[in-house]
Nanobody, 125 residues
Framework: QVQLVESGGGLVQAGGSLRLSCAASGRTFRNYQMGWFRQAPGKEREFVATISRGGGTAYYADSVKGRFTISRDNAKNTVYLQMNSLRPEDTAVYFC??????????????????WGQGTQVTVSS
């Protein structure tokens, strides 16, 4: 089992940057593909980015491509989401998630087995 704890959210002006972190418990972090999702009020939870177990491959939603970067440090059991050029429409609760068996472009939330509690990101205009 993996426990995930996000941090790094906050209030930022449009055009600004934030870096989210997700710390995982356990010694098998490197065995999980990791992802970031977000959920705005009244909307479905949507895919943001995912990264392979070794960190060499990443996929992004079109809405964040070129602005967000997902990365991981397996020695620190942590996955990151660097968010630049933030827009008001990026406002949401951001969740990290771990997939035990998934591979590739994991966009479906049902392919992930473990979730963090979320961290709020608010972008003001």
């Amino acid at each position: 089992q993996v426990q995930l704890v996000e941090s790094g959210g906050g209030l930022v002006q449009a055009g600004g940057s934030l870096r989210l972190s997700c710390a995982a418990s356990g010694r098998t972090f490197r065995n999980y593909q990791m992802g970031w999702f977000r959920q705005a009020p009244g909307k479905e939870r949507e895919f943001v980015a995912t990264i392979s177990r070794g960190g060499g491959t990443a996929y992004y939603a079109d809405s964040v491509k070129g602005r967000f970067t997902i990365s991981r440090d397996n020695a620190k059991n942590t996955v990151y989401l660097q968010m630049n050029s933030l827009r008001p429409e990026d406002t949401a609760v951001y969740f990290c998630a771990a997939s035990r068996d998934g591979l590739g472009y994991l966009r479906n939330k049902y392919e992930y087995d473990y979730w963090g509690q979320g961290t709020q990101v608010t972008v003001s205009s």
